[in-house]
């Protein structure tokens, strides 16, 4: 016997309806994680613009940003807000301190030796980071209350605000600092052609030690607020460096705002991708994107040929 039309009718929409809210959660979902790897590549970028150096520590920045954060205000009781300043200063001063004592004395080597030295720093820094928090991972308590919001069918947590409204905040403040600050036109000039900023008096080296301290800063709030949603640890560095730097070349190196756009499509199609798929593809989706997009336009999505190749440092 066959069921009623009108009961099959009621299946069918609510099959629709049920595939829409889980998109529409997989897109939210997405946006959130590619909050992070459009910060992770950002971070890329900046040192990559001043530099050609590709910084393969940029991931324990993020790290370190989360851990540091839940010593504060976990261990320490330290006031949240507090907490996250003083973790971004502690960040951002073993960024410029990085840069001092492994980048600056060896500014006369080889592009390759330097780009091994920040592999260096990364191992040093998973190490450091094993010895202090140990293997295990830390939680840290969401921003605000942690009851769930429903919208078009979705359960929304509100560190998922806090996460796209600080992304937001930070994306702005580097927008206006490197339009709008002195400094930050002199780092943008040094990304364009160092030695021309050289002979017009800006001081390369001191540019070269702003990046580093600013890439470190917005890869400690990316640690910072994600930590509340995914645990962190101290090997998540590496896979976040990866999915960062495979959204800075998807994006086109030397291109933030083609960072940004590539770390938030990276997430959705990942979060698609192990929504609608599944879950164990889920860290190379970044991967076979990159080298789709560099298959078809080397340069990245939004580079030029001459962005694609490494400047003289």
Not at 36 to 46: C, E, K, P
Not at 215 to 222: E, H, P
């Amino acid at each position: 016997m066959k069921p009623p039309r009108s009961f099959v009718h009621v299946r069918e929409n609510s099959l629709k309806m049920s595939l829409t809210s889980q998109i529409i959660q997989f897109l939210f979902s997405g946006l959130n994680v590619g909050s992070i790897y459009a910060l992770v590549a950002l971070g890329f970028t900046m040192i990559y613009n001043a530099t050609s150096i590709i910084n393969l520590a940029q991931g324990e920045f993020v790290m370190l940003g989360g851990l540091i954060m839940v010593f504060l205000t976990v261990f320490l009781q330290i006031p949240m807000y507090l907490g996250l300043i003083l973790t971004v200063a502690a960040v951002t001063l073993l960024g410029a301190f990085f840069e001092r004592l492994a980048i600056h004395p060896l500014r006369n080597a080889s592009l390759l030796t330097l780009i091994i030295v920040t592999l260096a720093g990364s191992i040093l820094f998973r190490g450091i980071a094993m010895f202090l928090w140990g293997k295990d991972p830390y939680a840290l308590p969401p921003f605000s209350s942690s009851k769930p919001l429903h919208l078009w069918g979705a359960t929304l947590q509100p560190q998922f605000f806090w996460v796209l409204g600080i992304t937001g905040l930070v994306l702005l403040g580097v927008w206006f600092f490197f339009n709008r600050t002195l400094i930050g036109k002199a780092m943008t000039a040094c990304s364009f052609n160092s030695t021309a900023a050289r002979l017009v008096g800006i001081n390369v080296r001191k540019m070269v030690l702003f990046s580093f301290s600013l890439s470190a800063a917005v890869g400690a709030i990316a640690g910072i607020i994600i930590t509340p949603i995914t645990l962190m640890e101290y090997d998540r560095g590496p896979l976040l460096a990866l999915k960062g730097f495979a959204a800075a070349v998807l994006g086109g190196l030397g291109s933030g705002g083609g960072a940004i756009v590539a770390g938030f499509l990276i997430g959705i199609l990942e979060s698609l991708g192990a929504g609608l798929v599944s879950s164990g593809y889920k860290d190379a989706i970044a991967l076979l994107v990159m080298l789709i997009v560099l298959w078809v336009k080397p340069s990245g999505l939004f580079g030029s040929a001459e962005e694609s190749e490494l400047k003289k440092f």
